[in-house]
């Protein structure tokens, strides 16, 4: 018996999630719902796993949980933004970190938005529209400039 290393990604499709969260029930949760919102879904359950998914599936965007075991998503995040393949690829830290220069700090990791756990998932899925939005148009003027 061989196990699949394929990534699993749900099959409608909206743009591309990548959920990295090392609780299996908050994956789900936000997977679902996402899924349920029109997005596309990846899971991922740890910083190496994100970092290899972010390479070879080239996601939309990234929910990055910032307390992960192994590599943490401080240290996946700042992976993913400093190969070219995925810095163009936005991240939303998700952390139970409320602490005052967190906020500050994931961002100088490459985090492009901060949301604190718990959460509504109905928040997450507009942070994650938002952001999506907001680098839509950072790339057409992008390509606009460049024409």
């Not at 990534?7 to 499709?13: G, H």
């Not at 190496?48 to 943490?72: C, N, Y």
């Not at 961002?107 to 901060?114: H, I, L, P, S």
Request: proline share 5%; aromatic share 6%; with cysteine.
């Amino acid at each position: 018996m061989t196990l699949d290393k394929t990534p699993k990604v749900s099959d409608d499709v909206g743009p591309l999630v990548l959920v990295v969260d090392d609780y299996q029930d908050a994956r789900e949760m936000y997977a679902e719902y996402l899924t349920f919102s029109g997005f596309r879904v990846a899971e991922a359950a740890n910083g190496v796993d994100a970092v290899q998914q972010a390479t070879t599936l080239s996601p939309d965007i990234i929910l990055m949980d910032l307390s992960l075991p192994g590599m943490d998503g401080w240290e996946a995040t700042r992976r993913i933004k400093l190969d070219e393949r995925t810095s163009h690829i936005p991240i939303i830290a998700l952390t139970g970190h409320a602490l005052p220069g967190v906020s500050t700090s994931a961002k100088d990791a490459g985090c492009d938005a901060f949301i604190i756990k718990p959460c509504l998932p109905d928040a997450v899925v507009g942070e994650v529209r938002r952001l999506l939005k907001v680098f839509q148009k950072k790339h057409h003027r992008r390509r606009t400039s460049h024409a």
